[in-house]
């Protein structure tokens, strides 16, 4: 499997783009959010919206969400198809998203929605989507999902998107002996909404944190470069692809 961070940083991120990751299923692309900043993150990356037949939503916040309309309609008008994949419980807030700039047409003219059982995994051209639930542990009151995502050949990655609450949530016990990678939202400063670095290591074991890549981080990451490298953790890069 191959992946580009098309952005790595938080919602205010003054350096970065939104936190937005692009997966290639042998050749299936599926995007994993969709922020605000998507206009300008493709483009440097050699991308355009023709590139971007699938999209899985994890939660409803504008870096995550933001840039899905532009993205629904722009495909939308070249004839291009849109899949949105969701939790169910999240097809309201997502509705309520795209429903005002697609102005009085029907929602279904322009995409079509998958809507995914916590309990039932979904197959995407071979590769197996667990959504691993994370309601109420980002914000409180918030729909939220991760994933974890097992290849062909049986090794697994986890997606934990924003999370805040790790000690209640179901990462670590979804880590397996196939576990090769896990895509971890991480602030380095003290957040009451985001995984802070020294949460993370106390959450997850010693034996999988070399595992473990950060994403979503701060515009000041350089002022942690010494803690990092004394560190398992390695940080995603803007644009550059990971392969697992």
């Not at 197996?128 to 994933?147: A, P, V």
């Not at 020294?198 to 034996?207: F, G, I, M, R």
Request: charged share 20%.
């Amino acid at each position: 499997m191959n992946i580009l961070p098309l952005g790595v940083g938080g919602a205010f991120t003054n350096r970065f783009f939104h936190n937005n990751f692009l997966f290639d299923f042998d050749g299936m692309p599926l995007l994993i959010d969709c922020g605000t900043s998507l206009r300008f993150s493709l483009y440097e990356a050699g991308m355009g919206y023709e590139h971007i037949e699938n999209v899985f939503i994890t939660h409803c916040h504008f870096d995550h969400v933001g840039g899905l309309s532009e993205l629904v309609t722009r495909r939308s008008a070249s004839d291009l198809p849109t899949t949105i994949y969701m939790m169910q419980e999240l097809y309201d807030d997502v509705l309520s998203v795209l429903a005002p700039g697609l102005d009085a047409q029907t929602i279904e003219q322009f995409c079509q929605f998958k809507l995914l059982h916590t309990q039932q995994p979904h197959i995407l051209n071979g590769y197996k989507l667990e959504l691993l639930s994370t309601t109420n542990l980002h914000i409180t009151g918030m729909l939220s999902t991760g994933l974890r995502i097992t290849q062909p050949d049986g090794t697994q990655l986890l997606y934990t998107s924003d999370i805040k609450k790790l000690t209640e949530s179901p990462f670590r016990s979804a880590v397996t002996r196939q576990t090769k990678l896990i895509l971890q939202d991480m602030s380095f400063t003290p957040n009451p909404v985001h995984s802070t670095f020294d949460e993370v290591l106390a959450y997850y074991p010693k034996e999988v944190q070399r595992y473990i890549v950060a994403m979503h981080y701060d515009d000041n990451i350089e002022d942690y470069r010494e803690k990092i490298e004394n560190s398992p953790i390695h940080l995603a890069r803007q644009h550059h692809w990971i392969h697992i």
